[in-house]
């Protein structure tokens, strides 16, 4: 655990730097990418779901993204309360670097690893999402709970 641990603090601070090296934030730089994963424009109540957070949130953030020039709004062609969310080129240009510094840093941390190793890798960590994802995850969790451990058999007296 105490590796996953220094993984996810690395990893966060190299997101962190490179996200903040374009004037974003990490709730801003996750609308951005959801817009550009959805590859078209999203209602704002889409976007909301799609981030898990409130409509209310999606608004602040929007209202940011549309002030650096990042997406425009529109109103819906068909749903006059909807509003549509476009990326803008500036917005899609953010996103496009943000991704080409992830695939150049994927590249050069795997570059030499072997297939099976990567494999391997692959395999353990979708394990390890899946697992947290469907545990509910307090401060106060019990440990064991997320690192069963077999059973030890009895000793002999």
Known sequence: MDRLFELAEVLGALMEEGITGHGLTRARAGLLWALMLHDGPMTQRALADALAVTPRNVTGLLDALQADGHITRAPHPTDRRATLVHLTDQGRAAVTHLRD????????????IPADH???????IA????????????PHA???ALCPTPQQPPQKR
């Open 127 to 138: 394990t390890i999402v899946t697992r947290l994802r469907g545990t509910e995850l307090t």
């Open 118 to 124: 990567l494999a391997g890798f692959h395999a353990t």
């Open 101 to 112: 510094g992830r695939d150049q840093m994927a590249a050069a941390l795997f570059a030499d």
């Open 142 to 144: 019990d440990a064991a």
